[in-house]
């Protein structure tokens, strides 16, 4: 039997393109002899569609599409995700099911049981989980149709009580188990991704098809993947970041677009998914350019490199604000960068708008010395530019703020903070260091001078990033221990113990105090698998310091 596995790009609401795509992929399939063509988890609404799933009239427009699709399976069988409506009174209104298409109509149902309640996942707000499964006869085999987590923890302390797979291979001679899923993108989901596929293998020794969707909604960052295990245990993968319409075929094993398993250096990997994820933000809303504030720091370098390559250097605007702390070679090696790339900018200095409102502010102002909030109101100054320019021009302003700064609140709600997407807020200062690195290994693309020289926010004299924060090691080091990996703070005194205490509480009570900030921002592309957003949802006025 012949499999083709559908690796698309689906659009959230959109209906026709979803329908369209599907149809023509299945027309292709069965144009090179496919006996199934498979298609992601909930691939007819888009994933995640989350609250549009209260809205019975969304998911009657998936149910009336999937009919259509279904009309187009003459001579081949199709396996498509939508949402259903649960028929059983008790428990959700839906279910979140694999359609099985053949002979012009839809020939049965599949509803994952394993629904994912954890970090971006959501799914027991909107779906009932399947109490049963049951195995599937496609052209005389019979088939495990799983559903993304349903294939998930397999081990022997697992905490569910019945698993799907199980309880197939329990009912049924299993000739080979399908997974549609929408499993997004980190910098370690491969690996676990691979592991969970391989597992499957290890455990009922028979072919496994996964098949995985690629784009980006939103914050969230799907990489495509897709995999077979072959009946003797070899692993070929499909491409990532890309769409593609794979075809292996089970009895001569032979393969069609796939690759050779082979390691993805971890940067190229984030490089991947957040190129993709600018690329569809502006795609899907319908906008075509960018513009963000160049300050000659290695953050607004590194994501103006990243939007000229995602988007074309004639759809990217940087602005150029020097006050009177920017030091020279800031504003050089920010037009040094504008003539590599050959983006369009504006040079607007803001000392002349930064004293009028001084001198509006005299009264509130007087009798203090200089501080914050003379250099927030620089910032601020920075962000209504931005947004004018952005607003005249109708173009999505880029947030260029890290992930540490964020973390730990270094940076000016209304000012810094401001924009459309946040590029790389899911990315720790000291991989932006990487990534800049990597940007330039076919080239220079970011002066020199930008990722050597001290960080600093250049808001007053011989202002340094040093001042107030410790060395970019010693503070992912922490971060990452405390918001990936949760760890509480006398773990990580145990864990580093190269690190002082005093600095450790003082970074965890920045990142807890600065709660209110991070609420403010906008969307960040997830890149990692605790990014701050959907999957991290903390309170903003608890005490606990971790």
């Known amino acids: 039997m012949k499999f083709a596995l559908a690796q698309l790009n689906f659009h959230i609401g959109n209906f026709t393109e979803n329908r369209n795509k599907i149809i023509e992929n299945i027309k292709k399939a069965k144009g090179e002899g496919a006996d199934v063509v498979l298609f992601p ?38 396996i498509v995700g939508g949402p259903d409506f649960n028929k059983d009174s008790r428990g959700k209104d839906l279910k979140n099911s694999a359609f099985v298409l053949a002979d012009g109509k839809i020939q049965s149902k599949h509803q994952k049981m394993l629904l994912p309640n954890y970090d971006v996942f959501d799914e027991y707000r909107y779906f009932e989980p399947s109490k049963s499964v049951y195995p599937t006869e496609i052209n005389g085999e019979t088939w495990a149709i799983t559903i993304c987590e349903d294939i998930w923890d397999l081990k022997p302390d697992s905490q569910y009580a019945i698993h799907p797979l199980e309880e197939l291979f329990r009912k049924s001679k299993i000739m080979g188990v399908i997974n549609i899923a929408s499993s997004p993108f980190s910098d370690v989901q491969r690996e676990e991704r691979l592991e969970t596929v391989k597992a499957v293998y290890d455990q009922y020794k028979v072919p496994v098809i996964y098949v995985n969707q690629v784009g980006a909604q939103t914050e969230l960052i799907f990489d495509g993947g897709s995999c077979v295990i072959n009946e003797n245990g070899k692993l070929i993968e499909g491409p990532y970041f890309k769409e593609q319409l794979l075809f292996w075929e089970n009895k001569s094993d032979r393969f069609s677009n796939f690759e050779e398993e082979k390691q993805i250096e971890r940067i190229e990997r984030i490089h991947q998914g957040l190129l993709l994820g600018i690329k569809d933000y502006f795609r899907k809303l319908g906008f075509k350019s960018a513009i963000l504030g160049l300050s000659g720091g290695i953050d607004s370098a590194v994501t103006l490199a990243l939007a000229v390559e995602a988007l074309g250097k004639e759809n990217v605007t940087a602005v150029l604000m020097p006050s009177e702390f920017s030091s020279d070679h800031s504003v050089s090696d920010s037009e040094e960068m504008v003539n ?17 409102l001084l001198g509006t502010l005299k009264e509130p102002f007087s009798e203090t010395d200089f501080g914050l909030a003379e250099e927030n109101l620089q910032a601020r100054i920075r962000g209504v530019l931005l947004m004018a320019i952005s607003n005249k021009q109708g173009q999505i302003l880029l947030n260029t703020s890290n992930k540490s700064e964020i973390a730990v609140g270094f940076g000016t709600l209304y000012g810094d903070m401001c924009g459309g997407i946040s590029v790389i807020g899911d990315v720790y200062k000291t991989d932006v260091y990487r990534l800049a690195r990597h940007l330039n290994k076919n080239g ?5 001078n930008i990722i050597t ?21 010693t503070l992912d080091s922490i971060l990452k221990l405390y918001i990936e990996e ?45 990014a701050f957003g959907q999957g991290r949802r903390m309170p903003i006025v608890a005490k606990y310091l971790g």
């Open 340 to 356: 590599i790339l050959g983006c369009n900018s504006y040079k607007l200095p803001i000392k002349e708008g930064y004293h009028a």
């Open 486 to 530: 949760t760890q509480d703070i006398n773990a990580i005194i145990r864990a580093l113990t190269e690190t002082d205490e005093a600095t450790i509480r003082k970074t965890l009570k920045l990142v807890n105090i600065n709660e209110y900030k991070r609420h403010q921002t906008p969307p960040i592309l997830r890149v990692t698998k605790k």
């Open 453 to 473: 020289k001290a960080p600093s926010a250049e808001l007053r004299p011989d202002q340094l990033d040093s001042d107030r924060l410790p060395d970019y090691d």
């Open 444 to 448: 220079v693309v970011i002066p020199e």
């Open 41 to 78: 988890e909930l691939a007819i609404s888009g994933y995640p569609a989350r609250d549009f799933l209260d809205f019975d009239h969304f998911v009657q427009c998936c149910l009336g599409e999937m009919e259509t699709i279904a009309k187009e399976c003459i001579g081949i069988t199709a």
